[in-house]
Protein backbone atom coordinates (compact mmCIF):
# COMPACT_ATOMS: atom_id res chain seq x y z
CA UNK A 1 0.00 0.00 0.00
CA UNK A 2 2.70 2.33 0.97
CA UNK A 3 4.44 1.62 -2.83
CA UNK A 4 1.23 2.34 -4.32
CA UNK A 5 0.83 5.57 -2.11
CA UNK A 6 4.48 6.49 -2.76
CA UNK A 7 3.73 5.96 -6.54
CA UNK A 8 0.71 8.17 -7.09
CA UNK A 9 2.34 10.97 -4.93
CA UNK A 10 5.50 10.92 -7.38
CA UNK A 11 2.98 10.98 -9.91
CA UNK A 12 1.20 14.05 -8.72
CA UNK A 13 4.75 15.92 -8.01
CA UNK A 14 5.81 15.73 -11.49
CA UNK A 15 2.17 17.07 -12.38
CA UNK A 16 2.36 19.91 -10.26
CA UNK A 17 5.78 20.47 -11.20
CA UNK A 18 4.81 20.43 -15.09
CA UNK A 19 1.67 23.01 -14.05
CA UNK A 20 4.02 25.08 -12.52
CA UNK A 21 6.50 25.52 -15.37
CA UNK A 22 4.13 26.48 -17.89
CA UNK A 23 2.17 29.16 -15.27
CA UNK A 24 2.43 32.53 -16.97
CA UNK A 25 1.40 33.68 -13.52
CA UNK A 26 3.43 34.05 -10.48
CA UNK A 27 0.71 34.01 -8.21
CA UNK A 28 -0.52 30.80 -9.69
CA UNK A 29 3.20 29.43 -9.78
CA UNK A 30 3.39 30.43 -6.00
CA UNK A 31 0.11 28.20 -5.16
CA UNK A 32 1.46 25.32 -7.34
CA UNK A 33 5.03 25.43 -5.46
CA UNK A 34 3.02 25.31 -2.27
CA UNK A 35 1.00 22.62 -3.35
CA UNK A 36 4.20 20.36 -4.36
CA UNK A 37 5.60 21.12 -1.03
CA UNK A 38 2.61 19.64 0.82
CA UNK A 39 3.09 16.30 -1.48
CA UNK A 40 6.63 16.03 -0.82
CA UNK A 41 5.49 16.24 3.41
CA UNK A 42 3.61 13.37 2.03
CA UNK A 43 6.57 11.25 0.76
CA UNK A 44 8.38 12.47 3.65
CA UNK A 45 5.50 10.86 5.81
CA UNK A 46 5.54 7.61 3.73
CA UNK A 47 8.89 7.27 4.28
CA UNK A 48 9.04 7.49 7.92
CA UNK A 49 5.75 5.27 7.97
CA UNK A 50 8.13 2.18 6.19
CA UNK A 51 10.49 2.96 7.93
CA UNK A 52 8.34 2.78 11.24
CA UNK A 53 6.81 -0.61 10.18
CA UNK A 54 9.99 -2.24 8.77
CA UNK A 55 12.48 -1.50 11.97
CA UNK A 56 11.79 -4.15 13.80
CA UNK A 57 12.24 -7.11 10.85
CA UNK A 58 8.73 -6.94 10.27
CA UNK A 59 6.96 -7.95 13.62
CA UNK A 60 4.62 -4.95 13.54
CA UNK A 61 3.36 -5.92 10.32
CA UNK A 62 3.10 -9.74 11.38
CA UNK A 63 1.43 -8.20 13.95
CA UNK A 64 -1.18 -6.32 11.96
CA UNK A 65 -1.80 -8.98 9.47
CA UNK A 66 -2.28 -11.08 12.12
CA UNK A 67 -5.04 -8.71 13.94
CA UNK A 68 -6.70 -7.65 10.59
CA UNK A 69 -6.56 -10.76 7.87
CA UNK A 70 -7.69 -9.06 5.07
CA UNK A 71 -5.46 -6.16 5.60
CA UNK A 72 -2.24 -9.05 5.40
CA UNK A 73 -1.92 -9.60 1.44
CA UNK A 74 -1.34 -5.09 1.49
CA UNK A 75 1.71 -5.77 3.95
CA UNK A 76 3.73 -7.89 2.37
CA UNK A 77 4.44 -4.98 -0.27
CA UNK A 78 5.79 -2.51 1.69
CA UNK A 79 8.97 -1.40 0.15
CA UNK A 80 8.73 -3.16 -3.73
CA UNK A 81 7.48 -0.84 -6.16
CA UNK A 82 4.62 -1.77 -7.71
CA UNK A 83 3.62 -4.49 -5.02
CA UNK A 84 0.64 -3.78 -2.49
CA UNK A 85 -3.08 -3.61 -2.70
CA UNK A 86 -5.39 -1.21 -2.43
CA UNK A 87 -6.54 2.10 -4.44
CA UNK A 88 -3.71 4.81 -3.82
CA UNK A 89 -5.18 7.84 -2.42
CA UNK A 90 -4.29 11.46 -2.67
CA UNK A 91 -3.16 12.90 0.79
CA UNK A 92 -2.54 16.34 0.17
Do not use: W, Y
Amino acid sequence: MLANQRGHLMRELRNLDGLRRQADDPVVRLLLSAAGRHVEADLAFVDDAEAALLADGGATLTGLAAAHPAAGSAGRGLGEPGEGAGPARAAG
